[in-house]
């Protein structure tokens, strides 16, 4: 379908051209260079400079007369899909097979559903570049108007599938607009041709010909120097439309008005604005008592990928007799993209908003016209009882994009909701989803209402169908599918709670109609949300029943090793953030054996396995393994690149800020900061501003900023982040104390004491909440700790120190300072800590030296003795344990021959207690020798 349209377009733009011959000449050098490497040309001029015409006549003409080079091209905007950089690569591969593979020779193909990869469409482009270089075949490929690629990410590559080196065989060249070029720039080195405006000779002969050419008309002297002075006339869009203008003039006597009237318009909208009034009076249909070329303009310029005549026709219900003068009327204005009409040119645009859409209640009225003809087309085909409903591309993309502008949100909530076109539009219009979800605002729970109202409606249309014999009633595999891609999508659109709602659903539905397959596969998906809502119990819960079940039938089909595959490296994570890191690298092993027992080259399958490396990564730069982290990530990086070669994706970010981290804990500031940025702004690009995370990036910018001592721009970012977390998760989520506990170091910093405090005290009541004291930030609360043991300040104290005492932080002496503040309080018992006693500590510590020693010498304070002894004497203690205490209490002569007699039970043979007995019986000798005296 692709290539009748380019070869159109092609023919469109081949006729008449002035002023490029210095620009073809220059083109010409290009192909005769010769060897060696050649940089990829890029020829930049502004609207209307001719950029289109001069690529379609230098085919034209070289297609005749460089017959030993092949010719390859591509017109960004020709078809509805042109602008997709996979249509892009999958034609030119196209081109290119037709003239690389002879007659006995099987093409290699390249299938539709490859061509959903563009790491595929990639590789087989090279491939057709090296059997070129082999064939010592010379090829140039044209691509024109590179702005209009659909590039849905500032971080996109659009031209990363380009040969790197090119082959001296291969040419390249592009056409780009003269505000854009820098973006290419920046990713390859290229030449540019620039194209400058029309020479006033040029103007002239371009004036001459047109005019004989298209009318056989011809101006006088004065009449044609008006035109060539023109301060616009230099533009060859200027002067296209002018042109056309004086072509329909049908009154001689009324030509000098017409022209003064035109070359007196400052710009080519106001020049369209002309047109525009002309055609109101000429086409207008006096039976009509509206303004029909109104209605088709401001349709045209407001639709999202343009009208096919027959919604044009039917929608504002204009006879044929009075559509096609129109039509052929502005047709050289407009693009007819794979029967979509559209408006060519951005200043015809312009100029159609100007004159009629200045009032928005006049656009709403349009939008809402044109949402009203789409969803009852829609309604139509869902509602039908055919077994497999038409779901056409105009039902996810035109239907909700106009349903939005005209804010008819009822409708717009039942578009999106619906299960039936979840799937497409999630696919192909994710972006414009996230868009439309921001603009309705809805609560959670509504959105999952909405959504399971759906399946609802989709399961009695199915049964229906069934009922009168046009369906099957085994619906509810393909429904369990379908409410899988609606939780991609909320996952997608950063839906948490609607989330586990509507997979809860999924879970009960598939074991209603004993789908043991959809079962497992839903329970491992609610696994994966309770791990992002920190439920890390019920995570666990459904991932060793999904391992468990799935391991029992892995080796009968595909379908369970994959799964069991990806349970595996979701256990490994959900034990990284217990800290269990054996545990935890020894799931992700399990997960790459299983990856690599399926068939490793498929797309899907390296996807998974970079994922696994990018937590292996992971869990090294959760222990400080910096080195081993970035290599790790290297390897997760490389099979990102290779699989979406060039598009940004969400997992592709998240290694970017992986190592980022690992930058920053290296020392590697610059470096951190640059990749933290750019991952950034892909996230802002690909999500928007209100995605979890966009905070993350901005926490982890303020963590960099934070180590680089710019401490206003950590506090900044910092609170930027925490006022979007707390829009976004619960108040007691991890995400939100991390943020709170970031915002009291660097106040601490900075010296703030009071307010560090304050946001400190939000973090501990989140995370007592929340039950995350284990990923707290230890050396900040070590800090105000110290400060209240110092100031005897019991009461923030122990409100730090308890939960603080259930983490892998706490240490033995944590037990001795709450003993002492215990007693200083003059308290049984601390409440809420009633089990955390000394006789916990020893059993949490077995030999603690710290709690041993300070029970010991509460005895010994406390005079007893012989309770002490046989506290000592209880089990075998260390000898460093004696050497101590009797350090402390060499001056308590009594209690230090307790402490040695005791030690000289267990180590009899101990130098070291040898030594404090010849001690003792010293002090006995000068004892007795005292009371002998």
């Not at 006049?362 to 869902?382: C, H, N, P, Q, W």
């Not at 935890?584 to 690599?596: I, N």
């Not at 790790?632 to 979406?644: M, Q, T």
Request: aromatic fraction near 8%; charged fraction near 25%.
């Amino acid at each position: 379908m692709e290539a009748p349209l380019h070869d159109a377009f092609l023919r469109s733009r081949v006729g008449l051209y002035f002023g490029g011959e210095q620009y073809q000449q220059q083109l010409d050098s290009l192909l005769d260079s010769g060897e060696g490497e050649s940089l990829p040309l890029m020829i930049i001029g502004g609207v209307g400079t001719g950029k289109s015409a001069l690529i379609a006549n230098t085919i034209h003409r070289w297609k005749s007369e460089r017959k030993d080079w092949m010719v390859a091209y591509h017109f960004i905007g020709c078809s509805s899909h042109s602008n997709n950089e996979n249509v892009l690569v999958g034609r030119l591969i196209d081109c290119l097979n037709e003239r690389l593979v002879s007659k006995e020779e099987d093409a290699k193909l390249v299938t539709e559903r490859e061509r959903s990869s563009l790491a595929v469409l990639s590789s087989e482009f090279q491939h057709c570049v090296k059997r070129l270089t082999e064939q010592n075949r010379r090829c140039v490929i044209l691509v024109d108007e590179l702005e209009k690629l659909d590039k849905r990410a500032k971080t996109f590559q659009p031209l990363a599938w380009l040969p790197s080196p090119i082959p001296s065989n291969m040419k390249f060249i592009f056409t780009c607009h003269l505000d854009t070029v820098a973006a290419y720039s920046e990713e390859i080195n290229l030449a540019q041709l620039r194209m400058e405006p029309l020479s006033r000779e040029t103007t002239q002969r371009m004036t001459v010909e047109v005019l004989k050419e298209e009318k056989s008309k011809e101006l006088s002297k004065p009449q044609l120097d008006k035109i060539i002075n023109a301060d616009r006339a230099t533009n060859p869009l200027f002067l296209k439309v002018l042109l056309n203008e004086l072509c329909v003039m049908g009154y001689f006597r009324l030509l000098d008005s017409k022209i003064d009237q035109l070359v007196e318009c400052k710009s080519v909208e106001e020049l369209f604005n002309q047109t525009l009034q002309r055609l109101e009076k000429e086409y207008n249909p006096p039976e009509r008592k509206d303004n029909m070329v109104r209605d088709v303009m401001c349709s045209l310029v407001l639709s999202s990928t343009g009208l096919s005549e027959f919604e044009i026709t039917s929608m504002l219900q204009i006879q044929a007799t009075d559509w096609l003068p129109l039509f052929y009327a502005v047709e050289k204005f407009l693009n007819n993209r794979n029967n979509l009409i559209n408006v060519a040119y951005s200043d015809l645009s312009a100029a159609v908003k100007k004159r009629y859409l200045f009032d928005e209640n006049v656009a709403r009225g349009i939008y809402t016209r044109m949402s009203d003809f789409l969803f009852a087309r829609y309604k139509r085909e869902i509602d039908s009882m055919s077994p497999a409903p038409f779901i056409s591309r105009r039902h996810y993309t035109e239907l909700p994009f106009v349903t939005m502008k005209a804010g008819l949100r009822e409708r717009l909530i039942y578009v999106i909701t619906d299960i039936d076109l979840v799937e497409y539009i999630r696919a192909m219009a994710l972006y414009e989803l996230m868009e439309y979800w921001n603009y309705l605002n809805l609560a959670e729970e509504d959105i999952a209402r909405h959504l399971i109202r759906s399946v609802e409606r989709h399961l009695a249309r199915r049964y229906a169908r069934a009922y009168d014999g046009f369906g099957d009633l085994k619906v509810a595999p393909l429904t369990q599918l379908q409410l899988l891609v609606c939780d991609f999508m909320l996952s997608d659109c950063g839906f948490t709670a609607a989330r586990e709602t509507l997979l809860l659903y999924a879970v009960q539905m598939a074991a209603n109609t004993k789908d043991e397959t959809a079962r497992l596969g839903t329970l491992y998906h609610l696994g994966i949300l309770y791990f992002d809502m920190m439920k890390l119990d019920d995570s666990e819960r459904c991932y060793e029943e999904v391992i468990e079940c799935s391991s029992k039938r892995a080796a009968e089909s595909q379908d369970m090793l994959e799964q069991l595959a990806r349970c595996c490296n979701a256990m490994g994570l959900l034990k990284k953030l217990r800290r269990e890191y054996d545990e935890a690298r020894r799931y992700l092993q399990l997960s790459k054996e299983h990856h690599s027992k399926r068939a490793v080259g498929i797309h899907g399958v390296k996807v998974d396995l970079a994922i696994t490396w990018m937590n292996i990564g992971a869990c090294y730069f959760d222990e400080g393994f910096n080195e081993d982290a970035l290599e790790n990530l290297e390897k997760a990086k490389e099979l990102y690149d290779e699989c979406f070669f060039g598009t940004m994706t969400h997992d592709k970010l998240s290694v970017w800020n992986n190592m980022a981290i690992c930058y920053r804990r290296m020392g590697r500031l610059d470096d951190a900061l640059k990749l933290q940025q750019k991952c950034l702004e892909g996230r802002l690009d690909m999500f928007g501003h209100k995605h979890p995370d966009v905070v993350e990036s901005y926490m982890n910018i303020a963590v960099v900023y934070q180590v680089k001592e710019q401490y206003e721009y950590a506090l900044e970012l910092n609170k930027k982040a925490l006022d979007l977390a707390t829009t976004l998760f619960p108040p007691h989520h991890l995400r939100v104390s991390q943020l709170q506990e970031n915002m009291a170091l660097i106040l601490y910093i900075m010296g703030r004491v009071d307010e560090s405090e304050e946001w400190l005290f939000k973090a501990a009541d989140a995370m007592t909440t929340a039950g995350t004291w284990a990923s707290c930030l230890i050396t900040l609360h070590g800090k105000f700790i110290s400060s209240y043991i110092n100031e005897q300040n019991d009461g923030k104290l122990l409100k730090l120190l308890v939960p603080l005492m259930q983490t892998k932080y706490v240490q033995g002496g944590h037990y001795n300072l709450l003993d002492v503040t215990r007693k200083r309080l003059g308290l049984e018992a601390i409440p809420g800590a009633e089990d955390l006693t000394l006789e916990h500590g020893l059993q949490r510590f077995p030999g603690n030296e710290s709690i041993l020693g300070y029970m010991t010498a509460t005895l010994a304070d406390e005079g007893k003795l012989d309770e002490m002894r046989r506290f000592l004497l209880k089990e075998q203690r260390q000898p460093s344990l004696f050497a101590s205490l009797c350090n402390n209490y060499f001056q308590d002569a009594r209690v230090h021959e307790v402490l040695v007699s005791a030690w000289l039970s267990q180590h009899p043979d101990d130098p070291a207690a040898l030594a404090q007995a010849d001690v003792v019986a010293q002090r006995t000798a000068q004892s007795e020798a005292s009371s002998d005296k």
